[in-house]
């Protein structure tokens, strides 16, 4: 398990996926970058929450509670304002399906929350979660400044190609996919009003 500071520590700002050792771009398709904040003030847009949100998740940075299973990837990336500010304990609470596409309704499995450090930034370990159904591989998040209105939204995995039966998917939402060794690494920056 990864303490909160190693995590936050590979996606440092403005190091992005170079901070970590090895890593390398995956083999995909190319992608256009992810929202981030610029001159026209764009915010991340939003996507439902889905009929799998709960709220009361654990305040942690590892969300696979140590079980073996899935493919690890970690995530993580940095909450700004318009400006492109780093949004200071910002909550960041992510939920998501298992490697066979299903999703822990009775405990905590592949649920949690955390706050953004001094510099926006947020990290979890997780794993790469199953399409299923009408779905493609994603995972949900809610993003919200101190005192802010409440981001629900979703990321996605570049390559899937379970995007064209997923009405939801939006691919200005698309994580930015690494290896680091076996390990999968995304980066999303959210951006809030």
Known sequence: MRSRRELLQLFA?????AAIPGAARAQSEPLEPTPSCDATGATTPTATAGPYFRPGSPERT?????????????IGGRVLDRDCR????ALVDLWQADEDGRYDTTGTYLRGHQYTDGDGRWAFATIVPAPYTFRSMHIHFRVQRPGGDMLTTQVFFPGDPSHDRDRQF??????????ADATRVGRFDFVLA
Do not use: H, K, M, N
């Open 170 to 179: 939006d691919p200005r939402l698309l994580l930015a996919l690494s290896r």
């Open 86 to 89: 780093p949004l200071r304990r």
């Open 13 to 17: 700002a403005g190091t992005g996926l």
């Open 62 to 74: 590892d969300v696979t509670e140590g079980r073996a299973g899935g493919t690890p990837i970690l």
